[in-house]
């Protein structure tokens, strides 16, 4: 199988990403939602500064009738906006592959309910900062976790295949049989960063892991974590890295370089933007799958709920 | 005994009503931190508003030397600011009553460290917005709950004594012999509410006792509170109030008198003025009795330190 026409859906940070290395190597169209941003896509092409250095040429459209049939689409937008993105495609392209690339769980479901594709589970450590519609700048190179959606009979040989078209354009990648360990880590990673950030208007900052005296946040962020490992193991989930460990060396990595470090986790920044959150997707769906495995997780209940009012406080 | 030259210190909205309603029977004195909030009094007394309308005359200065000797003494400053207005008038005023309005826990051992005064405690429901330093917006006339602080010897006939002179001026209040229990609902009432409505950025409005979704607010609110009642029960006092009670009709009064409810409660006015909380007085003294008597408190503990969290921000 070749990838010659690939398909990014959702030009946001991950989604620019993508689709500016991508276009490297492949035809690139891009479905956005602003009709000024794909006409600002079409007009410049899509810049890629920092980790990376180029500019790709991408066609760019609201409408998926006006791009090329893709063999390969990446859904790159917010978790909460991957049922519109999927609706987008629905009966389309019936030999393409979709690969989701959200924070948190299920957006694979919500794909596989309009349409019959193979869908590649992925979840992205890198990141990036959108300058303008038509400009991002790489910060963190780190790798995307890859594995096959195995309800939608994806083979790994498939997901080889999307990994190494990534590693053709500079893009680091892990490839794995079964993603839900490393999902499941950074799952209970992002559910316990991104809420306290959002909460504390604090980025991600050496203090998350600090357990000093009692009022240190690190004593609750070990405590959230703690829930959400139990979570995983009741879910039979054998997770790929400790979430603790994964928190404690990316404040670490954040105080020795700085301008390099995505501080500001997303959720800080839709909260500082007066925009929802994805917090459904992450410590909603950790706290959905403690309330079907019966496991007690009362502080993600708790934060859970204060993000979600928070949220809510846009309506007041 | 009688109260002819009262002295109050502090001027926020609780001081300046205090100040302006005892203006009308007793000679006031005022100790503030700001030479022009000082001037401005001087020049122009203080005026009320709302609930009661007058205007009182006022000798206010930042330097207590400047001011007449009084007989009773009201600390009517935030509660991390209670150690520099009793280390004020440290070995002053034998003869005087000193009297605590703060929220929380624990001020009067604070002032007990200043000198030998008898302590009179009080918890206030009474609230008020400052238009000016000279003019403060009576809002809620709710009552103010005063009860002697025994390690001091004061007697219940003090109590009594002061309540009569706040009736007198058209102030409500309840004297009770024990304040403990009204001090530790409204902590319990404070601690969850204050919080909860820093933390999501909502006034404290009926999403605060609403239980229909399992993300809605009230689940936490309620949680809470169970916490704060375990913990009171283990310190053996009884409430004079449920303060999930306290919790429902507050919102149910909100909403149907917008204009007289004092949505914004107090830690929320401070994280919106970037000035840090009482917390540590508040949530904070719950959280350290939970520890002394060995009371799961998670819930009340992960939300102390989002606040300090939040607190620390403005070092960040």
């Not at 896509?41 to 920092?50: D, E, I, M, Q, Y």
Request: net charge negative.
């Amino acid at each position: 199988m070749s990838f010659d026409r690939a398909c990014v859906i959702g030009a946001g940070s991950i989604g620019s990403l993508c689709a500016g290395h991508l276009g490297q190597v492949a035809e690139v169209s891009v479905l956005v939602r602003r009709p000024e941003h794909a006409a600002e896509l079409n007009a410049n092409g899509l810049r890629v500064s920092g980790k990376s250095d180029f500019t790709s040429r991408v066609t760019a459209a609201t409408d998926p009738d006006e791009l090329p049939v893709p063999e390969l689409i990446i859904i790159a937008t917010k978790a909460m906006q991957v049922e519109e993105a999927a609706a987008a495609i629905s009966g389309r392209y019936p030999d393409a592959i979709v690969m989701t690339i959200q924070n948190g769980l299920g957006t694979e479901d919500v794909v596989a309910a309009h349409g019959s594709w193979p869908i590649v589970s992925s979840v992205t450590f890198m990141s990036g900062t959108k300058e303008s519609d038509s400009h991002v700048h790489y910060e963190l190179d780190t790798a995307t976790w890859m594995g096959p959606f195995h309800a939608s009979g994806t083979s790994f040989e498939t997901v080889k295949e999307i990994g190494a078209l990534f590693e053709s354009v500079g893009l680091k990648v892990e490839v794995l049989p079964d993603l839900r360990p490393a999902q499941w880590s950074k799952l209970i990673f992002n559910a316990s960063v991104n809420p306290v950030s959002a909460l504390t208007d604090l980025p991600h900052v050496q203090l998350f892991a600090r357990r000093d005296r009692d009022s240190d946040l690190g004593h609750l962020m070990f405590d959230l974590i703690e829930e959400g490992k139990r979570v995983a193991a009741a879910a039979g989930v054998e997770l790929f890295e400790d979430p603790w460990e994964m928190n404690s060396r990316a404040v670490q990595q954040g105080s020795t370089h700085d301008d390099e470090y995505a501080h500001v986790p997303s959720m800080l920044a839709d909260v500082r933007a007066g925009r929802r959150t994805e917090i459904d997707f992450i410590l909603g769906s950790l706290v959905r799958e403690a309330h079907r495995l019966g496991v007690a997780a009362p502080l993600s209940e708790g934060l859970y709920r204060l993000v979600k009012a928070r949220d809510r406080s846009y309506d007041e």
